[in-house]
């Protein structure tokens, strides 16, 4: 079944009053309201997924008085109107598992809580490997208009000429295309940091700039 069908079946399940809540009467005659309007007129997207809760009513002031009650529950839901109904919503995820515990719907809040920690991380995952990736593609690049510097230099016949810091990291680098320049300042014979390897083979860069031009 879906996350819809057993939200729906654990609604009509429940008592319309739960007499263990702390809830005043007041709040648990406003949570009723609520989880007669979900169930009669409402509906939920598989959170798997994107998030969405709904509600549709044929007046305005009907879905304004639910927007209301919810934010009295501190839960901010939106109205637009949409064809010739209004439909209140909710998009954000800490919204609607807070919506789903308002109306007594704590199985569906565990399963929903579940899937929103899966997606999370799914999504935490994906950002890491993208921004890896982009910094890997960051470094060959780089390291491909080095590379091309260098080997300008040397059809100049000007390589052996380069003072012996220059020679050290260009031969570095062009025995090791994909290193990133903290890994290649290790390896030095007198190690230094990023910033001394990247001032290195930027004069590298701009030396073979000069012989591009003829100078």
């Not at 890491?128 to 059809?155: M, P, Y």
């Not at 062009?174 to 083979?201: C, F, Q, W, Y």
């Amino acid at each position: 079944m879906s996350f819809a069908s057993n939200l729906r079946d654990e609604l009509l399940e429940l008592k319309m009053w739960d007499v263990n809540s702390n809830m005043k009467q007041d709040e648990q005659l406003a949570r009723l309201c609520i989880r007669e309007a979900f169930i009669k007129a409402g509906s939920m997207s598989d959170p798997n997924k994107r998030y969405h809760l709904q509600i549709m009513f044929k007046q305005k002031k009907k879905a304004e008085d639910i927007k209301s009650l919810l934010l009295n529950f501190n839960i901010h839901a939106k109205v637009i109107k949409k064809e010739n109904e209004y439909m209140l919503y909710l998009k954000d995820g800490e919204e609607i598992s807070n919506f789903l515990a308002l109306i007594g719907a704590n199985n569906s809040v565990l399963k929903f809580e579940e899937i929103r920690v899966i997606k999370e991380t799914r999504n935490n995952i994906n950002r890491i490997v993208n921004c890896e990736t982009a910094n890997l593609n960051k470094t060959i690049n780089a390291s491909v208009e080095q590379i091309k510097a260098i080997e300008i230099i040397k059809r100049a016949g000007k390589f052996e000429e380069l003072p012996d810091n220059l020679k050290e990291i260009a031969n570095l680098r062009a025995e090791n295309p994909d290193t990133s320049l903290v890994d290649l300042g290790k390896m030095l014979n007198k190690p230094i940091g990023k910033s001394g390897v990247n001032h290195r083979l930027k004069k590298i860069l701009e030396i073979a700039e000069n012989y591009k031009r003829g100078n």
